[in-house]
């Protein structure tokens, strides 16, 4: 692998210790995946949260002297003072963790967006820009939807290259590596952002492999949120850091460009039958409820307008949690959308995630979602859900049961 001048002197210390600390790693990986260079990222987003591995690692690197010389974006944890005062006590250690952490990365010099969707506001990239992406959610959204290139970072490589400004050159950075192996036939009806969560999850169960695929037979453009549910479930029932879209995606004019001219590696075709299977399978059966969580990945400010639609002045008879970032929260106030939903009885929260140990309250209970990914993260916590479409989730958490 080679290294600059400039980049040997890093990896050397004289650049200070968090610099050679980061460098040691990034070189390290580099080496693993056949980097033959490293290269200069646009951007950075650390998928940090309220955790005591992110606080050692980010702790240590501030210890070291380490200061971010491109600010990362950073992914959410909890907003403690909000749960204490609307759920429940957050336990004083996991407050003390939470605080540490973000005042760790704030001293690192990252931008505490505390959001998983950087994509969609502050952290948005260009077509061919070169990121250090991690967050399950973001790196196929930046690589597939936009055309940046981005590796399926850790939260610990992220700021590594955040530190040090660099990142080694392989896999999804290279244009070789980004082309179709796969060919994805998808004869299901798409009527709404829900039909993508579905299709994300119903691809892995039947190829679930390293290679990019591509989709063919979706003729209408997703809208934002179809496209970010699309790209969570692929990368949480499977390991999708990128795909093409025929005619809609930027790498994918047609066919024969999204797969570089060859003959697909393999042939999966996705009907409505596949899309009966998922539901059988992880949505669950109608019945009561006793919450409701949303936004995972957090929701956007149209999703927060459709759920005003659907209330029309209607109240929720059980616990509804919407969550995204503060910048959203802050427009959804502006909107008026905020007055309506907490006189529904409901909560639009910031700065927090599903997959945090906050939800203890709803532990052994059942919840409705529109999202799969929320279901994987809060099952191994003990909470049950089931899944429907956004509208039908909201009118479950008004009538207190899903009916059907």
Known sequence: MFLTEKQQDMLAGKYGEAVA????????????????????????????????????????????GGKCVISPTTNPSMDFCYLNKHL???????EDIVRKTNDAYTKLGATMTLSCTPYLQQNVPAFGEILAFSESSATPYVNSVYGARSNRESSQ???????TGLVPEYGLLLEENRKAEILVEVQADLNDDFDYQLLGWSYPLKYNGPEIPVF?????????????????????????AMYHIEGITPEAPDLKTALNGKEPKSRVVITNKDFDDVKNKICGEPGKIDFALFGCPHWSLSQIADVCKILNGRKFVVDVWILTSFMTKELAARMGYQKIINEAGGHILADTCVDEPCWWPYYGKTGVSDSPKCMYYDTMRDMKFK??????????????????
């Open 21 to 64: 600390y980061s460098m040691k790693i990034q070189v390290g990986m580099g080496r693993i995946f056949n980097a033959t260079r490293m290269v200069v990222p646009g951007r950075v987003h650390v998928a940090m949260g309220g955790c005591m591995a992110d606080y050692w690692f980010a702790n240590k690197m501030l210890n070291l």
């Open 88 to 94: 429940a006590k957050i336990p004083d250690d996991w």
């Open 157 to 163: 490589s992220a700021l590594c290259a955040a530190i």
């Open 216 to 240: 063919s037979g979706i003729e209408k453009r997703p809208n934002p949120e179809g496209f970010m549910n699309f790209g969570a479930q692929l990368n949480t029932s499977g390991a999708v």
């Open 387 to 404: 899944l429907r479409s956004l509208k039908d989730s909201i009118e479950a958490a008004i009538a207190g049961e899903v009916k059907r």
